[in-house]
């Protein structure tokens, strides 16, 4: 019967003797990870489960220590953040009894962006008759909401102009604006205060063109040959080619378009660094002051932690690039297939694309060949060398030249348009406009080249296309998509940066030479693609992989261990990721594999759900260990472990991204699957800038240790591998220490 269940477990904590707080943890615990599935034979929905939860007897006798626990306010914030149940009676009871946790979960639902929502309603109805703290809080969302009409109102009347521009017209003036107003202080490398940083207007950019994807008429992304010209005509070459007989430049619309730009930079920045911050980030809180807010940082540490975080994820990125140039120098087969012209920037996309396939098969559990939307078989790492060379081919012949233009015409326009006519002038006339376009057979043809290897001198037309059908993304599809409020999963253009309208592919040159094309691949794997055929394949490699590196230092393991129903007390504690036994100490190891995010709101939401609940797993599955060691003497002898006395377990949740890296989870440590990787190979050389990296290779190889390639002056093992030192290396974040 609906309501009995989350007593049900409630109860079942209370007869094992654990204290009330801990049953009230269980019962939210169980409803956070979408517990029951189903009641009978009928599929429970989240509104079935709150409405379950929420009319549990035993949330009433709840003391107030008990609603200060984590999974209790986030049960609330997941009420919260819905609108198809309500309960308002126990928002009044929580109101009453801990006033400061329904605040919390407010923040936490997002309700700050959300003011039209009946749980927001609940809260205000509320305000009146309680603390002023509650009335005060109230005065927070209000001058929030004030705040984001002020925006969204300025972005809705300056969209008004340019409401009958189409997506490709849209594009160019995004890419004037590139031209003139980005890519000389990047070129430079000029820092301007008070200007919004390049991935903030690329974001803004791609907020602008999704507006337009949704209100645009479907025939306008139907493109061929005329329409494309007739835009180019009108919104492009009289910047480029101003002419007494050609059209004047419409400074009216790239003037539009600037002003919507900032207002939605400005939008943006409102929504990310104050609404998700405020909602989000438990290191700071908004102060009010009359009319005005205020942040106040109330936890150092931890917005400390968060920059170093970011500061990883650069010196990773880093690390795969030495890794890939490494392997490059290694390889005369690869070294024989880089083109002579632009040496340095070809040598560097092949580095690039090898340190990105060796991430991607390492960490993420890739394969050589994947199956793309449209069903053709893409050779990953191709795919990836080919959009490294797209990337140096826009550095070299687009990029420097206008560079040297700009410097010696001092005008942007002046300077791209000698840019493209200078690609006019080619004996093959070639596009060095600011966008460029073919259709799909151009393409293929520009791109078989790249596909070339010892069995296909020539290179593949078949190769190429999977690389198209890889990297596409359909704008036809996606604003189709966009119309009928479908948003859930919007690739970012940067995860597919070849769009397509109608039977031409377009590239914007300025975004793909300056994009990171790592981050690109992993998310459009791991964040679009969570739902291909081969995703849980790749979960199940990164676990064997894992396995084999801690085979290699001597550990005996276990990948995908089910426990013996008869020797755990806990029949439900599910399957053990990784086991590793050495010296005595025994790692369970709990892997979890995601994207790359981009946001705090992003990564609060990763923390609370997947992170929480692998803490939660660990919870269960440590003791359940701990049981079967006890009674299953096979098992102790499988992993080398002494059958008397305990052994001395380690438990980590190893995650393949890097947020909220060595903080803990039920009392868990969370680390990243690459520094584990690192300890175990004992290279975290690579993280640092190694000056003279092809100079120092050939003196590596003569010290290097035999089973590792590490250097002995850089080893984490100074007196020698061991399961205990690896432990402390780990957990005392010795990987990261002393980095220059």
């Keep these: 019967m609906i309501g009995t269940y989350y007593d049900t477990v409630f109860a079942a904590a209370q007869e094992r003797g654990l204290p009330v707080e801990t049953a009230a943890d269980h019962a939210a615990s169980a409803l956070l990870d979408g517990k029951p599935a189903r009641q009978g034979k009928r599929k429970w929905s989240g509104a079935d489960r709150h409405a379950a939860f929420w009319a549990s007897s035993f949330l009433r006798k709840l003391p107030q220590d008990a609603w200060q626990q984590e999974s209790l306010g986030l049960a609330l914030a997941r009420y919260l953040g819905q609108d198809r149940f309500a309960a308002p009676e126990i928002m009044a009871h929580v109101a009453n009894i801990a006033p400061d946790v329904l605040q919390r979960a407010a923040r936490h639902a997002g309700l700050v962006l959300r003011q039209d929502s009946p749980r927001w309603h609940e809260i205000q109805a509320l305000a009146n008759g309680h603390s002023a703290a509650l009335s005060e809080f109230v005065d927070l969302f209000r001058i929030f909401r004030q705040a984001q009409q002020v925006r969204v109102e300025a972005v809705e009347r300056l969209r008004r102009p340019l409401a009958a521009l189409t997506a490709l017209d849209l594009l160019v003036y995004a890419s004037l604006y590139a031209f003139e107003r980005l890519l000389p202080d990047l070129l430079e490398d000029r820092y301007v205060p008070d200007e919004p940083d390049a991935h903030a207007v690329w974001d803004a950019i791609e907020d602008m063109l999704a507006w337009k994807l949704t209100t645009c008429d479907a025939d306008s992304l139907r493109l061929n040959d005329q329409a494309i010209a007739v835009s180019l005509r009108h919104h492009l070459t009289p910047f480029l080619f101003p002419s007494n007989e050609a059209p004047s430049p419409r400074h009216?619309?790239?003037?539009?378009?600037?002003?919507?730009?900032?207002?939605?930079?400005?939008?943006?920045?409102?929504?990310?660094?104050?609404?998700?911050?405020?909602?989000?980030?438990?290191?700071?809180?908004?102060?009010?002051?009359?009319?005005?807010?205020?942040?106040?940082?109330?936890?150092?540490?931890?917005?400390?932690?968060?920059?170093?975080?970011?500061?990883?994820?650069?010196?990773?990125?880093?690390?795969?690039?030495?890794?890939?140039?490494?392997?490059?120098?290694?390889?005369?087969?690869?070294?024989?297939?880089?083109?002579?012209?632009?040496?340095?920037?070809?040598?560097?996309?092949?580095?690039?694309?090898?340190?990105?396939?060796?991430?991607?098969?390492?960490?993420?559990?890739?394969?050589?060949?994947?199956?793309?939307?449209?069903?053709?078989?893409?050779?990953?790492?191709?795919?990836?060398?080919?959009?490294?060379?797209?990337?140096?081919?826009?550095?070299?012949?687009?990029?420097?030249?206008?560079?040297?233009?700009?410097?010696?015409?001092?005008?942007?326009?002046?300077?791209?348009?000698?840019?493209?006519?200078?690609?006019?002038?080619?004996p093959e006339m070639q596009n060095r406009f600011p966008i460029t376009w073919s259709d799909r057979a151009a393409k293929i043809a520009s791109i078989t080249p790249w596909t070339v290897t010892a069995e296909h001198p020539e290179g593949q037309a078949l190769a190429a296309e999977a690389i198209l059908d890889f990297w596409i993304s359909d704008w036809n599809t996606l604003s189709q998509r966009l119309r009928e409020g479908d948003a859930s999963l919007r690739p970012r253009w940067q995860e597919r940066p070849l769009l397509k309208m109608g039977r031409h592919l377009f590239q914007l040159p300025w975004m793909m030479a300056l994009q990171n094309n790592a981050t690109a691949t992993v998310n459009n794997l791991r964040r679009l693609g969570s739902r291909r055929g081969e995703a849980r394949d790749e979960t199940s490699r990164i676990e064997v992989r894992l396995g084999a590196l801690f085979e290699q230092r001597g550990f005996r393991v276990h990948v995908g261990h089910h426990l013996a129903a008869d020797s755990t007390n806990d029949p439900d504690a599910g399957e053990i990721d990784l086991l590793c036994a050495l010296d005595g100490h025994l790692l369970v190891l709990e892997l979890k594999s995601t994207y790359m995010r981009r946001s705090m709101k992003d990564a609060w939401i990763h923390r609370t759900s997947t992170l929480r609940k692998a803490g939660w797993q660990l919870h269960r599955k440590v003791p359940a260990i701990r049981a079967a060691l006890r009674h299953d003497e096979a098992l102790r002898r499988s992993l080398f472990l002494p059958l008397d006395g305990e052994p001395k377990i380690t438990a980590w949740i190893v995650d393949t991204s890097i947020e909220w890296d060595h903080q803990a989870f039920r009392g868990f440590l969370k680390v990243s699957l690459e520094e584990v990787q690192i300890a175990l190979r004992d290279d975290r050389r690579w993280l640092n800038d190694p000056d003279g990296l092809f100079r120092e290779r050939g003196s590596i190889n003569e010290s290097r240790d035999p089973s590792t390639g590490a250097e002995p002056a850089d080893t984490l093992y100074p007196d020698g591998f061991s399961a205990r030192r690896f432990i402390k290396v780990v957990e005392s974040a010795a990987v990261w220490s002393g980095l220059t």
């Design 252 to 426: 009216d619309l790239y003037k539009a378009f600037v002003s919507l730009l900032d207002a939605q930079v400005e939008l943006s920045a409102f929504i990310d660094h104050s609404a998700d911050a405020f909602s989000y980030d438990d290191s700071i809180c908004f102060v009010r002051k009359g009319e005005r807010l205020e942040i106040v940082e109330v936890d150092a540490p931890s917005r400390a932690a968060w920059q170093r975080d970011g500061d990883k994820l650069n010196r990773l990125h880093q690390y795969w690039l030495y890794r890939g140039m490494d392997e490059l120098m290694a390889s005369p087969q690869l070294l024989a297939l880089v083109s002579p012209a632009h040496l340095e920037a070809n040598l560097q996309a092949f580095a690039k694309a090898l340190g990105t396939w060796l991430r991607l098969q390492e960490v993420y559990g890739v394969t050589q060949h994947l199956r793309t939307e449209t069903g053709s078989t893409v050779d990953v790492f191709r795919a990836l060398l080919a959009t490294e060379l797209m990337a140096a081919f826009y550095i070299e012949d687009f990029l420097r030249p206008y560079h040297q233009n700009l410097l010696q015409f001092n005008h942007p326009w002046l300077a791209l348009g000698r840019l493209a006519f200078g690609g006019l002038l080619q």
